[in-house]
């Protein structure tokens, strides 16, 4: 019998501290297993599925990240399904806007453009409350270097060295709109420090684990362990720097994506 097939944007945002990531895997909680769970609930059958934009990684938060349903034969509720939808995902999940599309709408390809933040401190060490969404780095940091280093990622560069793993077919010439470092004044709470800071890096696309490993460069001259000249080597693929640190999951998110 033919199934009829209806399309739908979802505009979501999460809390991704105790997730393992975005995309489904055996045995561990994820952001897709919990909203699968929830629809199959609320709609009563399991007749669709879902593709995200983009995935993050374990403890990545997102305060605007797309995923496209894929719904077979009935159309969704007309009515209060969005608050009941809401209602029953976890606290640390909601879904902000249902948006129906046509078959050609492609998720994926979809993002114009994405902004990633990455928030830390440094010094005394922060609450404990602060651990979902803030890393602090014990000591000084020259964040003046690190400003200005920032910057040097604008423009098109090969990012072989900010490339996860990758392998000979892997694209790693990409461009980065717009990187800084700023003081923290998008988010804010009793129990964070008096001062922090946001890594703000916007472009089309990124790489796995490139922002972290851009963070970690970043905390890397800041602790004074490489200086200027050897950071802007990193962006020459001819100099074959690999870099191994990581920044920690749980200071980045995924701020914005415009489609």
Same mark, same amino acid.
């Given at each position: 019998?033919?199934?009829?097939?209806?399309?739908?944007?979802? %505009?979501?945002?999460?809390?991704?501290?105790?997730?393992?990531?975005?995309?489904?895997?055996?045995?561990?909680?994820?952001?897709?297993?919990?909203?699968?769970?929830?629809?199959?609930?609320?709609?009563?059958?399991? =007749?669709?599925?879902?593709?995200?934009?983009?995935?993050? /990684?374990? =403890?990545?938060?997102?305060?605007?990240?797309?995923?496209?349903?894929?719904?077979?034969?009935?159309?969704?509720?007309?009515? @209060?399904?969005?608050?009941?939808?809401?209602?029953?995902?976890?606290? @640390?999940?909601?879904?902000?806007?249902?948006?129906?599309? /046509?078959? %050609?709408?492609?998720?994926?390809?979809?993002?114009?453009? %994405?902004?990633?933040?990455?928030?830390?401190?440094?010094?005394?060490?922060?609450?404990?409350?602060?651990?979902?969404?803030?890393?602090?780095?014990?000591?000084?940091? /020259?964040?003046?270097?690190?400003?200005?280093?920032?910057?040097?990622?604008?423009?098109?560069?090969?990012?072989?060295?900010?490339?996860?793993?990758?392998?000979?077919?892997?694209?790693?010439?990409?461009?980065?709109?717009?990187?800084?470092?700023?003081?923290? /004044?998008?988010?804010?709470?009793?129990?964070?420090?008096?001062?922090?800071?946001?890594?703000?890096?916007?472009?089309?696309?990124?790489?796995?684990?490139?922002?972290?490993?851009?963070?970690?460069?970043?905390?890397?001259?800041?602790?004074?362990?490489?200086?200027?000249?050897?950071?802007? %080597?990193?962006?020459?693929?001819?100099?074959?720097?690999?870099?191994?640190?990581?920044?920690?999951?749980?200071?980045?998110?995924?701020?914005?994506?415009?489609?």
């Amino acid at each position: 019998m033919f199934e009829k097939r209806f399309y739908y944007l979802l %505009k979501i945002q999460y809390l991704g501290f105790r997730y393992h990531g975005w995309q489904k895997q055996p045995d561990v909680l994820t952001v897709e297993r919990m909203m699968e769970r929830t629809l199959a609930y609320v709609l009563d059958h399991k =007749k669709f599925k879902l593709l995200a934009s983009g995935r993050t /990684d374990a =403890k990545v938060s997102a305060n605007v990240a797309y995923v496209e349903l894929f719904l077979n034969d009935e159309p969704l509720p007309k009515t @209060d399904f969005l608050e009941l939808f809401n209602t029953n995902l976890p606290q @640390d999940i909601r879904c902000l806007k249902i948006t129906e599309v /046509d078959k %050609k709408f492609n998720v994926m390809d979809a993002p114009k453009s %994405k902004e990633y933040v990455y928030l830390f401190s440094y010094g005394e060490k922060n609450h404990p409350f602060s651990a979902p969404y803030m890393i602090n780095i014990a000591g000084q940091l /020259d964040l003046k270097l690190m400003m200005e280093a920032a910057r040097h990622f604008e423009g098109t560069h090969d990012f072989k060295s900010y490339t996860y793993k990758p392998n000979p077919e892997t694209k790693t010439i990409g461009t980065i709109d717009s990187a800084q470092i700023v003081r923290n /004044d998008l988010y804010t709470a009793s129990f964070f420090p008096e001062e922090s800071f946001a890594f703000r890096v916007s472009g089309k696309g990124f790489k796995r684990h490139q922002m972290r490993l851009m963070m970690g460069i970043l905390f890397d001259l800041g602790q004074g362990n490489y200086d200027l000249d050897f950071f802007l %080597k990193t962006l020459e693929a001819s100099n074959e720097i690999k870099l191994t640190r990581i920044a920690q999951a749980s200071g980045l998110l995924l701020q914005d994506v415009q489609i």
